[in-house]
């Protein structure tokens, strides 16, 4: 692939939809996404303790960022109590069975700062994406092949997707599952990773939670890292993937 347009980009449908909508978004290049170190181990662990004493009693769907998500999964049609959207999936893990088990550093950085944050992270390994990442719509005829299977299926009419240029989706219902492809594995070197925020005044947040993103990859993935901040006046972050 060797796509110069665009990284990532919010279609004009859905930043003037979402208007609250911010997003920190980082091409990480030559990482090497190994096996959960130690110390990355223990800061996770740690965070995971922390986010459990915030929350406490409180109902997840109380927490400003989760109730957001749940608001904005309402406005294009899901149900956000049967469709999760990541990180109240994650903290809803948490809160019932005690712990996040860790799984390689990528996916543990992306973990640790959504319960830091309660906001969706992921990291999407670009190898088989035609261009950059498109936030859309779905008009249904695009393909996706959920996480761990291999059955491909079509996202719903109306539902906001993550897709390159073919119709090839990295995650459906906007951040609640994505896709077999783009998953993060011991052979990624190269991932966008991208945190977002629906609630109002999010902008300070989203920073703060990039940049933790940005040190932690610095501090245990290696590799090069550009980044954008993205809202309504910038929609897009261009540049380079190969």
């Not at 608001?71 to 959207?85: E, I, L, M, Q, W």
Request: aromatic share 8%; glycine share 6%; charged share 25%.
């Amino acid at each position: 692939m060797n796509q110069e347009d665009y990284i990532f980009r919010y279609h004009p449908e859905v930043m003037s939809r979402y208007s609250d909508l911010r997003a920190g978004v980082i091409l990480a290049q030559d990482v090497a996404n190994q096996p959960t170190p130690p110390a990355l181990r223990q800061e996770f662990l740690s965070e995971q303790r922390a986010a459990l004493e915030r929350i406490g009693e409180a109902p997840l769907s109380e927490i400003e960022t989760l109730a957001a998500w749940r608001a904005a999964f309402r406005d294009f049609g899901v149900n956000p109590t049967k469709y999760r959207s990541a990180a109240e999936a994650l903290l809803r893990r948490l809160t019932k069975k005690g712990d996040i088990p860790c799984i390689n550093i990528l996916v543990d950085i992306c973990n640790l700062v959504s319960i830091r944050y309660a906001l969706p992270s992921a990291a999407f390994d670009t190898r088989a994406m035609s261009s950059g990442i498109t936030v859309r719509f779905a008009d249904g005829s695009e393909n996706f092949t959920p996480l761990g299977e291999s059955q491909v299926e079509n996202p719903e009419p109306g539902e906001v997707i993550f897709t390159d240029e073919v119709s090839l989706v990295s995650a459906r219902r906007w951040c609640w599952r994505q896709s077999d492809e783009s998953a993060a594995s011991p052979e990624t070197r190269q991932a966008i990773v991208i945190v977002e925020a629906q609630h109002t005044g999010s902008a300070a947040v989203i920073q703060s939670a990039r940049d933790d993103l940005l040190d932690l990859l610095q501090r245990y993935a290696g590799g090069e890292f550009t980044s954008a901040l993205l809202g309504p006046g910038e929609p897009s972050m261009s540049g380079h993937i190969h």
